[in-house]
């Protein structure tokens, strides 16, 4: 088959979610709804119709094991998702990524592919060749793949639609807040400036504050999903029982968005404050939005969610 015609996909597996852009035979690009990044070893299940519900969301590991992922995995494993650092070496990344290539087949995506995936902006070059390795191992033979530090996939989804940002003399910070770590890159003519890429805290930070403040106040301790749904509804239930948090959430953002401040000018200290454009991406975007804009001009991202996906995928077309 010529390397052309390869179906070109991205793939952000971040900690809250997988999130997938592909080109279809056609030409098209799409995205699939995002799968819940969560997985866990199968189970026997005796009903008869979440037996078939999680045949669909069963894959089985290099080392012959089979795991479910996503819903199935949240539903009947009680799952939380990966928090910790080197998650890319962990089964449940593994089962995580097969899932990935499981829905793209379930959409008629066969084959060799050319694959782009994204890792945070603290992992190694060892790191990214091993997840390079890993998703190779599972591929069919002639697909080609690349790994990227995830910031890189959220500039080349913005730049697509706004190309004045890839001229030579353009600088451009790029801000990927995420469950696990919030990503910072520094990029100019569309390439990475050397040096420019680290993290800082993720949304996990306001989370754990959260945490210790909900179990102040009702002397329960809710687990990582529930605290972090309550960060945007500012409002939780415990036990049936509704409590309003509005205070505990302004606290922990506050200071959120005072780390991401700092670290923002790290950035600009090592540009020499030649920085024209600031891209924000991730889920956690919003927290940190009002503490920057007082100081800094935010360029929109276009794709949502999916911003990282998308990008990786337009890298994926070159390849």
Not at 38 to 66: F, M, P, W, Y
Request: hydrophobic share 40%.
């Amino acid at each position: 088959m010529n390397i052309i015609s390869l179906p070109a996909v991205g793939i952000d597996i971040g900690r809250s979610g997988i999130k997938l852009a592909y080109t279809t035979p056609d030409g098209a690009q799409e995205t699939l709804p995002i799968i819940p990044a969560i997985a866990c070893r199968s189970q026997l299940l005796t009903d008869h119709d979440e037996r078939e519900r999680a045949k669909h969301e069963t894959v089985t590991l290099s080392n012959g094991e089979e795991w479910w992922y996503g819903n199935t995995a949240q539903i009947h494993g009680l799952s939380e998702p990966g928090i910790f650092s080197e998650w890319s070496k962990t089964d449940e990344y593994e089962a995580l990524f097969l899932g990935a290539i499981n829905e793209l087949r379930r959409r008629g995506i066969s084959g060799s592919i050319r694959l782009v995936g994204g890792l945070p902006s603290e992992a190694t070059e060892q790191q990214r060749t091993e997840v390079a390795e890993l998703f190779t191992s599972h591929l069919p033979e002639g697909s080609k793949v690349r790994i990227l530090p995830q910031p890189a996939g959220a500039f080349f989804s913005v730049a697509s639609t706004n190309p004045e940002l890839s001229q030579s003399d353009v600088r451009v910070a790029v801000m990927d807040v995420g469950r696990y770590s919030t990503d910072y890159a520094l990029i100019q003519g569309g390439r990475p400036v050397s040096g420019a890429f680290f993290s800082a805290e993720g949304v996990r930070f306001m989370v754990k504050q959260l945490g210790a403040l909900v179990r102040e106040k009702t002397q329960v301790e809710p687990p990582f999903e529930r605290l972090e749904r309550a960060l945007r509804e500012k409002k939780i239930v415990i036990n049936t029982i509704p409590h309003a948090i509005e205070e505990q959430v302004a606290s922990v953002c506050s200071d959120f968005g005072n780390v991401q401040l700092r670290k923002f000018q790290e950035l600009t200290t090592r540009a020499k404050g030649a920085i024209d454009y600031v891209i924000l991406a991730g889920g956690g975007g919003t927290f940190v939005q009002d503490a920057l804009s007082q100081t800094i001009n935010i360029t929109p991202v276009t794709h949502g969610r999916h911003s990282i996906a998308v990008g990786l995928m337009i890298v994926a077309n070159r390849l």
